[in-house]
C-alpha cells in the first residue's frame, strides 16, 4: 500500500522560489494537504486531491500545474484537440462555437473534437443506469475526477455510489481517435489526441488515471498556455469552417447543473465548490439524502468553467456559454466499440491511520486529545499546520514539535524567565 | 482495558438544527483517524446522527459519551426530556411524534430509532416520563 502511495502522480507542484510561506493555500485546501515548514509550503501527497485550490488562492503564483507544452505536439504525425465545453467560453470575440474549432487548426491542430459530444454519450448512459434503478441511494456523477479522489481519500462508504462510467474527456478521446485513423489511415500511435485543460485533476487523470488501465487521450495542455495563441489567430480566421457537431445537452456540462439539465430528472443535487462538495458528501455518509436520485459534483465554483486554469471570469463564460450553446441540436452518435465504463473500481485510500496498529493509534488518539486541550485553539496556522487539531495530530505522528506553537513557546519562555528570575534571587542572597 | 478506550465527549445543543450533527460528524473523523473500516464508520455515523437530532427534536439537548475501543464502539445519548412513552411504537417505521414545525424542515419521518436498530449490534433504550432518556448503543468491530 505505501509503495502504491509513493507512486501516486500528482500535476499540482510548489514552485518553492516563489513560495514565502504565507499560509494561504494551507488554510483554503479542502483535504488538509499542505503544510508550511522552514518558510515553505509542502504538499502531502496522500491527501492532495489536485482540485487546484490552492492554485487559485496563492497570492504569489507559487502553485504551479504540470501539463504539456505546445512541443508536445511535435511527437505525432496527426494531432487533434479535444475541446471542453467550457474552453468555448472563454473568448469574447467568437460569435460561434466553429469560430474556435476553426482558430484551432490555425495554430497547430490537424483536427478538434468536442468532448461534448462524448458528454452526450454519457448523458444518456447515465439514464439508463437511473432508469434501471439497481442501485440503492443517490448516485454520484464520475465526471469530475477531483471528486472521485475525494471519494477515493476521505469518502470510504460512498465509492459504491459513483457511477463506474468514464469521463466525457476519455469517451470523447476514443471517438475521436477513432476517427482521425480512419480518416488518415496513421496508426495509433502517429495519432495525438490533446486535452485543452481547464484544471489540474484533468491533468492529473490523464497521466494517472484513477479508475482506467490508461488513459486515451495522449496530452493535456493547459487552457491558458493555448489562449493567448488562439485569441490572436481568431483575428485570422477568414473561412469559418463547419466543424461543431454538439448539440446544447453536451455543451452546458461547462457549467454547475448542467449535466443534470440533461438528464432530465427533478431528484437531484448540483453542487460546485471543493469545500460544497465535501459537505453535501458529508450529508450523503450520514444517509440523509435518501429521496435524492443524483448528485451532480463539481470540485470547482460554477463548474468546469471556474478551473483554474482558465482565463475567463466564470460567471462571464458561462453566460456565453448559454448564448452559444442555446440553439444547438446534438446529432446521433455512434459509440460502437467505444469503452464507456471504469477498467477497475476505485479503492478506498485513506491518509494512513494513527498508527497501523490499533492499540498504538488508539494511544496516539489520547495523547493527541491531551495536546489539543493545552493548544491556544486560535487556528492561526503560524505553527504551519492548518488549525490547531491537524497540528495536535502532526505532533502525534512526529511531524511537528508542541513548541512550534508560538503561543506554547512563549508560555515556556515566560516559565523559563520566571525561574531565572527566581535563581537570581537566590544568588543575591 | 481501560487504557485501550478513546473517551469522547460531546453535549448537544437544545433547538438548534444548525449544529446538530456535530457530534457524529467529529466522531466519524476520529474513527477514520484510528483506521475503522468505512462500514463501522458509517453504522456509527448515521446511527449517532439519528440519535443526535432526536435530543434536539425532543429533548431540549443533552450529552453524548463515545468510548471507542478496538473490539467497539459504545455510544451513550442521555438527556433530560419529555421520555418516550411507547418504545415499541417509537421502533416502527414511519411512526413520529414531531410537530408539524419539525416536520416542515424535513425531520419527523419516523425513520429515528428503526435506523438506530439496524445500524447497531446493540440497542438499548431506558426511559422514565418527564425525567429523561438513555439510548445506549454499540457497534461491533467484526
Known amino acids: 500500500m505505501s509503495e502504491k502511495k509513493e507512486l501516486l502522480y500528482h500535476s499540482v507542484r510548489l514552485e518553492t522560489d516563489f513560495c514565502k510561506g504565507c499560509t494561504t493555500c494551507m488554510r483554503y485546501c479542502p483535504t488538509q494537504a499542505i503544510r508550511v515548514q522552514n518558510g515553505k509550503a509542502k504538499i502531502i501527497r496522500e491527501k492532495c486531491i489536485d482540485c487546484g485550490e490552492c492554485v487559485r488562492r496563492c497570492p504569489y503564483r507559487a502553485k504551479k500545474v504540470l501539463s504539456d ?25 467568437a460569435v460561434n462555437i466553429d469560430v474556435i474549432l476553426t482558430g484551432l487548426k490555425h495554430i497547430g491542430f490537424d483536427d478538434v473534437f468536442e468532448v461534448a459530444r462524448g458528454a452526450e454519450v454519457i448523458t444518456e448512459k447515465t439514464k439508463e443506469i437511473l432508469a434501471s434503478k439497481n442501485h440503492d441511494g443517490p448516485l454520484i456523477s464520475s465526471a469530475c475526477p477531483a471528486v472521485v479522489r475525494l471519494v477515493a481519500v476521505r469518502f470510504p462508504s460512498l465509492s459504491e455510489n459513483i457511477i463506474p462510467l468514464t469521463s466525457p474527456m476519455e469517451v470523447a478521446a476514443q471517438m475521436a481517435r477513432k476517427e482521425a485513423m480512419e480518416k488518415t489511415g496513421l496508426s495509433d500511435e502517429e495519432i495525438g489526441i490533446f486535452f485543452i485543460s481547464p484544471c489540474p485533476a484533468k491533468v492529473t487523470a490523464v497521466k494517472q488515471p484513477l479508475a482506467l488501465e490508461k488513459s486515451a487521450v495522449s496530452g493535456v495542455i493547459a487552457v491558458k498556455d493555448v489562449y493567448m495563441r488562439l485569441a490572436h489567430a481568431l483575428q485570422g480566421v477568414k473561412e469559418v469552417e463547419k466543424l461543431s457537431v454538439a448539440g446544447k445537452d453536451g455543451i452546458r456540462w461547462a457549467r454547475s447543473g448542467g449535466e443534470t439539465e440533461a438528464l432530465g430528472i427533478s431528484n ?42 482558465n482565463v475567463e471570469n466564470e460567471f462571464v463564460a458561462n453566460s456565453r456559454i448559454r448564448n452559444l450553446s442555446e440553439n444547438l441540436v446534438g446529432k446521433p452518435i455512434d459509440y460502437d466499440g467505444i469503452s464507456l465504463f471504469w477498467d477497475k473500481k476505485v479503492d478506498y485510500e485513506p491518509y494512513s491511520p494513527l498508527d497501523p496498529d490499533i492499540n498504538e493509534a488508539m494511544r496516539k488518539m489520547q495523547l493527541m486529545e491531551e495536546i489539543y486541550n493545552r493548544l491556544p485553539q486560535l487556528d492561526c496556522g503560524s505553527c504551519g499546520s492548518p488549525n490547531c487539531r491537524e497540528f495536535a495530530e502532526d505532533i502525534v505522528r512526529g511531524k511537528a ?12 519562555i515566560e516559565m523559563l524567565a520566571k525561574e531565572i528570575t527566581e535563581l537570581s534571587k537566590m544568588i543575591d542572597e | 482495558m481501560a487504557e485501550n478506550t478513546v473517551k469522547l465527549h460531546y453535549n448537544v ?4 438544527f444548525t449544529v446538530a450533527g456535530e457530534a457524529s460528524g467529529a466522531v466519524k473523523k476520529v474513527l477514520k483517524q484510528l483506521g475503522f473500516s468505512p462500514d ?13 437530532i432526536n435530543m434536539v427534536i425532543h429533548a431540549q439537548g443533552g450529552h453524548i459519551d463515545v468510548e471507542i475501543t478496538p473490539e467497539k464502539i459504545r455510544m451513550i445519548h442521555t438527556d433530560q426530556g419529555p421520555g418516550i412513552k411507547d418504545i415499541d411504537k417509537a421502533m416502527q417505521e414511519g411512526f413520529s411524534t414531531a410537530d408539524e414545525k419539525v416536520r416542515e424542515l424535513g425531520f419527523g419521518a419516523g425513520m429515528g430509532h428503526p435506523n438506530m436498530k439496524r445500524y447497531t449490534d446493540d440497542l438499548k433504550i431506558t426511559t422514565e416520563i418527564g425525567k429523561g432518556t438513555v439510548v445506549d448503543m454499540t457497534v461491533l468491530v467484526k
Not at chain 1, 271 to 294: Q, S
Not at chain 1, 401 to 412: A, H, N, T
Open chain 1, 69 to 93: 507544452s505546445f512541443d508536445a505536439l511535435e511527437s505525432y504525425k496527426h494531432n487533434v484537440a479535444l475541446v471542453a465545453p467550457a474552453f468555448c467560453g472563454q473568448f469574447s470575440k
Open chain 2, 40 to 52: 463501522v464508520i458509517r453504522r456509527v455515523a448515521v446511527a449517532m446522527y439519528e440519535c443526535e
Open chain 1, 268 to 309: 437531484y443535487i448540483a453542487v460546485d465548490g471543493i469545500h460544497n462538495v465535501i459537505k453535501m458528501l458529508e450529508e450523503l455518509e450520514d444517509d440523509k439524502l435518501n429521496n435524492i436520485e443524483f448528485i451532480e459534483a463539481l470540485a470547482c465554483n460554477s463548474g468546469c468553467t471556474g478551473g483554474p486554469l
Open chain 2, 13 to 16: 445543543d437544545p433547538d438548534d
Open chain 1, 401 to 412: 514539535q508542541e513548541r512550534d506553537c508560538i503561543f506554547r513557546l512563549r508560555e515556556k
